[in-house]
């Protein structure tokens, strides 16, 4: 009977959603075709779910195999579950792709940081990517694992990959204040020019400064009137209500939120 074992577990965060019950970011890794042939050359099985993967090994056949092998190399592509995660995520251009790098040397643990990006069209002139997937929006990053011999093993190996999140200017529209002269909201938002939007006035509230955008905080934004609270918990920015503006020569990025 095949005795199995995990031998490399890849995990994927995201801070904005690193604070939920369910911290792992809405990504998927998906194999190359290299790497698919590889895998079962080797015997490897891959178990996955949202942003987790595992590769376990037949322990015999794996042994037998890595002692005839000089190196392993795996490419995964990352594709995004998630339509709004480009949104939220930092990154020089909206279509760049992340380029991350897995060597193992010394240590069987990898933390790894999304901060190398290119073109996808300067990508797919270097790179051989797969046809399916060069075109596919939710194509979001290429990752590269490359084993030397001896670590070419059973010992469990790990590897966190983590993408940024981005700060925005809040915006608050709120349309129905109910007569309420001095609503405010705490944490550093102040009272913009009221706006209309569809056919209705809105009374605008924008933070001072850009907050880090998360799915989940510790502390919820209120909306007072004097002191009495009017709306304990506001609604949080949603990746799909995102957008850039230029303002005095520079950009900025606000996050949209409608108060009915």
């Given at each position: 009977?095949?005795?199995?074992?995990?031998?490399?577990?890849?995990?994927?965060?995201h801070e904005y959603y690193n604070a939920s019950s369910d911290k792992f970011a809405p990504i998927g890794l998906v194999a190359d075709r290299e790497t698919v042939l590889l895998l079962r050359q080797y015997g490897i099985l891959l178990k996955s779910a949202r942003g987790f993967t595992r590769l376990i090994v037949d322990t015999v056949r794996f042994s037998d195999l890595a002692d005839l092998t000089a190196e392993l190399t795996f490419r995964f592509y990352l594709m995004s579950t998630d339509p709004g995660f480009r949104n939220i995520t930092k990154m020089p251009d909206m279509f760049d792709i992340s380029i991350l790098n897995a060597e193992f040397t010394d240590s069987s643990e990898l933390d790894i940081t999304a901060e190398?990006?290119?073109?996808i069209n300067q990508l797919n002139t270097s790179t051989a990517i797969d046809s399916a997937v060069i075109h596919n929006k939710n194509f979001i990053g290429l990752l590269t694992i490359s084993l030397p011999k001896f670590h070419c093993t059973l010992e469990k190996k790990n590897i966190t990959?983590?993408?940024?999140?981005?700060?925005?200017?809040?915006?608050?529209?709120?349309?129905?204040?109910?007569?309420?002269?001095?609503?405010?909201?705490?944490?550093?938002?102040?009272?913009?020019?009221?706006?209309?939007?569809?056919?209705?006035?809105?009374?605008?509230?924008?933070?001072?400064?850009?907050?880090?955008?998360?799915?989940?905080?510790?502390e919820p934004f209120s909306l007072l009137d004097a002191n009495n609270v009017i709306i304990k918990s506001l609604p949080l920015p949603m990746p799909d209500n995102i957008?850039?503006?230029?303002?005095?020569?520079?950009?900025?990025?606000?996050?949209?939120?409608?108060?009915?």
């Open positions: 009977m095949a005795d199995y074992q995990t031998i490399l577990t890849i995990s994927v965060l190398h990006w290119v073109d990959v983590r993408f940024n999140a981005i700060s925005a200017y809040w915006k608050y529209y709120i349309f129905s204040p109910g007569g309420k002269k001095n609503l405010n909201i705490p944490h550093s938002f102040t009272e913009q020019e009221p706006e209309q939007v569809a056919n209705k006035t809105a009374r605008i509230f924008m933070s001072d400064n850009p907050i880090l955008l998360r799915k989940i905080y510790a957008s850039t503006s230029i303002v005095k020569g520079f950009k900025i990025t606000i996050a949209h939120i409608y108060i009915n």
